[in-house]
């Protein structure tokens, strides 16, 4: 059972925001802002919302307005048209910073997992609008990456077999340290999964992001856990394929951390992505 007092807390971390409305197809997409600072934008990961950044938001927000929206076709915003294209799906966010951060130049976006996917076709649209790009554990470049096996919740599932579920899926690829795997991680994890009307994977199995790459004018730099479950033992690769593109590309590795590196290891993370965004 998921006590009272985790989801109170994902809610009182949600009641800290500033809730703004942008257009997605027919419905919304839903951006929650903390902070009074230059513009930090966190998109989350696949089958997500903004609570992959439940552990930073706060912690940033002392030095950025930090914006963190759910992506389209996840969390509460809504399943934009179809065709679904990395490309589409970016317009859409482009559309919602236009209002959310108005005639604002010089953005910081940072992207998780399918975030930073999309996201670097939102930077390659802005232009230079953005000042820097950080890539957080992104595939979609074209590279070897792990098989993960995980397991889909069976329709009437109890909440005990739901937690399971959600445990497995956390070990085997958002987690390293089994010990990490706590209530909150779980409860995220099982609110998360079953909104997900965006089939994100088949963008991260391509070279989605590598396309978007060479477009890309602002800075780029990369954030990665150790332990990776979808690129270790080859992190090599993630690097090099940044630098072909910009030599001087900053590429940080947290030892021992997993994918969802800015969850597992946020006392690491927060300080590291800040100091980027705080770079020239």
Request: with cysteine; charged share 20%.
């Amino acid at each position: 059972m998921i006590s009272e007092r985790t989801v109170a807390l994902v809610r009182g971390v949600e009641a800290e925001a500033r809730r703004v409305e942008t257009p997605c197809g027919e419905g919304r997409t839903v951006w929650h802002l903390w902070g009074d600072g230059p513009p930090l934008i966190l998109l989350h990961g696949g089958y997500g919302s903004w609570t992959h950044w439940i552990r930073n938001v706060i912690l940033l927000a002392r030095a950025f307005t930090v914006a963190a929206p759910d992506l389209p076709g996840l969390g509460e915003s809504a399943t934009p048209p179809e065709p679904h294209s990395a490309e589409g799906l970016a317009r859409i966010i482009v559309e919602g910073l236009e209002i959310v951060f108005p005639g604002k130049p010089r953005l910081h976006i940072a992207g998780f997992s399918f975030g930073g996917v999309l996201g670097g076709h939102v930077a390659a649209i802005l232009g230079d609008r953005v000042r820097a790009f950080t890539i957080v554990g992104s595939n979609g470049l074209g590279l070897v990456r792990q098989p993960t096996a995980l397991l889909r919740l069976p329709e009437g599932a109890s909440e005990a077999e739901a937690v399971a579920v959600a445990r497995h899926n956390l070990a085997a690829l958002m987690i390293a340290d089994p010990g990490k795997i706590d209530e909150l991680a779980v409860f995220i994890q099982m609110r998360n999964a079953p909104r997900g009307r965006i089939k994100s994977r088949r963008f991260s199995r391509a070279d989605t992001l590598a396309r978007a790459l060479p477009l890309i004018q602002a800075r780029i730099d990369g954030i990665w856990g150790e332990r990776d479950a979808t690129a270790y033992p080859h992190l090599d690769y993630r690097a090099r394929a940044l630098r072909n593109i910009q030599p001087g590309a900053r590429f940080e590795v947290i030892p021992a951390a997993g994918h969802w590196v800015q969850y597992e290891a946020a006392d690491r993370f927060n300080p590291l992505l800040a100091d980027i965004a705080c770079q020239g």
